[in-house]
């Protein structure tokens, strides 16, 4: 059985996200798309609500399932015999940090990085700059599913309420 991981934040899911995951599921018999939930940065999102709409994103991928994860990715590579981590590569710019995960996983324990390149019409797309310009009015309904969307732009009005009162 050869099964892969593909981690990240998901604050939220993107369709640059599902592309990625969608092209793993074709490359490897099982896949998991796994929540890092370490408490470093400030998110949108709680891990429940991110691994709730990725299970909803992902529902059509047979051999896709999401889990969360605490601590090292090579940890949990470990306790789920995954071998091989699928990252998406947008820019060179990505490059120079991700070659340094890759590597530092490697030196970690016994797996592969797999770079996938991004598809060309996803590759400005982060989950970031969506919440920054949604935040500022911007129309991103093109870059999420539908539902993700509509909790987007809910969970920002809750903020922008209980930021101003
Ligand atoms: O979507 P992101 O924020 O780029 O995802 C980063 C993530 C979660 C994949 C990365 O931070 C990670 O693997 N975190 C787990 C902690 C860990 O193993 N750190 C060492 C990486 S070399």
Redesign the pocket.
């Known amino acids: 059985m050869r099964r892969a991981v593909c981690?990240?934040?998901?604050?939220p899911v993107t369709n640059g996200h599902i592309d990625i995951v969608n092209r793993a599921s074709q490359l490897f018999d099982e896949v998991v798309v796994?929540?890092?939930v370490?408490k470093s940065?400030n998110r949108l999102f709680s891990p429940d609500e991110r691994i709730d709409m990725l299970r909803e994103a992902c529902r059509d991928f047979e051999n896709v399932r999401v889990d969360g994860?605490t601590?090292?990715?090579?940890?949990?590579c470990a306790q789920h015999a995954i071998r091989a981590i699928v990252?998406g590569l947008r820019a060179v710019s990505d490059f120079d940090y991700e070659l340094?995960?890759?590597q530092?996983?490697a030196s970690?324990a016994d797996v592969e990085t797999v770079f996938v390149p991004t598809s060309p019409e996803y590759s400005f797309l982060a989950?970031s700059l969506v919440k920054e310009v949604a935040t500022y009015g911007g129309d991103v309904s093109g870059l999420l599913p539908g539902f993700v969307h509509e909790r987007l732009v809910a969970r920002l009005a809750e903020r922008e309420s209980q930021s101003s009162t």
């Open positions: 981690p990240g934040s998901f604050d796994a929540v890092g370490n940065k994860f601590g090292l990715l090579t940890d949990f990252k340094q995960m890759a530092m996983n970690l989950s």
